[in-house]
Nanobody, 126 residues
Framework: QVQLVESGGGLVQAGGSLRLSCAVS????????MGWFRQAPEKDHEFVAG????????YYADSVKGRFTITRDNAKNTVYLQMNSLKPEDTAVYYC???????????????????WGQGTQVTVSS
């Protein structure tokens, strides 16, 4: 049974930084593409960033490019999202997700992933 557990969310002022972590257990982490999504109130899940199993290339939504960085540590079965220059519009519940399909290229749709965490709240005050 694959489990994903996010941590690191919280309340931060605009311009500040947070680092989210997602620990994965019960599966073959290094073979999974990993993604970060977020969901603001009354909105759909939005792709934020993704990274392949080999960490060969990260992918970002245009809204976070240049501010967020996704990395992974396959030895620790953990994926990270470093968030800098946070804005109030970044406020959302952030989820990590795992894709075991092995297709080329990181997927950007929530329902294309196989496993999801429970989410961590990020609130950015103005």
């Amino acid at each position: 049974q694959v489990q994903l557990v996010e941590s690191g969310g919280g309340l931060v002022q605009a311009g500040g930084s947070l680092r989210l972590s997602c620990a994965v257990s019960g599966g073959t982490f290094s073979t999974y593409d990993m993604g970060w999504f977020r969901q603001a109130p009354e909105k759909d899940h939005e792709f934020v960033a993704g990274i392949s199993g080999s960490a060969s290339r990260p992918y970002y939504a245009d809204s976070v490019k240049g501010r967020f960085t996704i990395t992974r540590d396959n030895a620790k079965n953990t994926v990270y999202l470093q968030m800098n220059s946070l804005k109030p519009e970044d406020t959302a519940v952030y989820y990590c997700a795992a894709d075991r399909s092995g297709v080329v290229g990181v997927r950007r749709r929530w329902n294309e992933y196989d496993y999801w965490g429970q989410g961590t709240q990020v609130t950015v005050s103005s």
